[in-house]
C-alpha cells in the first residue's frame, strides 16, 4: 500500500468517525428533548389530574360532579392528543437530522 492510499484511508476513518460523534451527540440532544417535553406532559397532566380531582371532591351535587369529570375529560383528550402529535412531529424530525450524516457520508463515497 503505498502512502497515498494510506492517506486517503486514513481521511475516510476520520471522517467516519467525526460523522459518527456528530451522530451521537444529535441523537443525545433529541433524545433529551423528547424526555423534557414528556416530562413537562405529564407535569402539567397530574396537575390538572389533581386539581380536577379537589374540584370534584368539593362539588355540590351530581350534576357539577358530571360536568367536572365531562369537562376534565375532554381537556384531558385534546391535551393527549396535542401531545403525541407534538411529540410525532419531534421523533419525524429527529429520524430525518440523524439521516443527514449518514447521507452526507454515502454521497462523499459517489
Keep these: ?14 471522517a467516519n468517525t467525526d460523522t459518527m460523534m456528530k451522530m451521537m451527540g444529535d441523537w443525545a440532544k433529541n433524545w433529551q428533548a423528547i424526555s423534557a417535553e414528556m416530562t413537562a406532559y405529564s407535569k402539567r397532566s397530574f396537575q390538572d389530574g389533581q386539581a380536577t380531582f379537589e374540584k370534584l371532591i ?13 369537562t376534565y375529560a375532554k381537556r384531558a383528550y385534546e391535551d393527549y392528543m396535542q401531545q403525541m402529535t407534538k411529540i410525532g412531529s419531534m ?20
Design 1 to 14: 500500500m503505498n502512502t497515498y492510499q494510506f492517506q486517503d484511508f486514513s481521511k475516510f476513518g476520520q
Design 58 to 70: 368539593s362539588s355540590k351535587s351530581m350534576e357539577q360532579v358530571f360536568e367536572i369529570q365531562s
Design 91 to 110: 421523533y419525524s424530525a429527529f429520524g430525518k437530522e440523524a439521516y443527514k450524516p449518514v447521507e452526507r457520508a454515502v454521497q462523499a463515497l459517489r
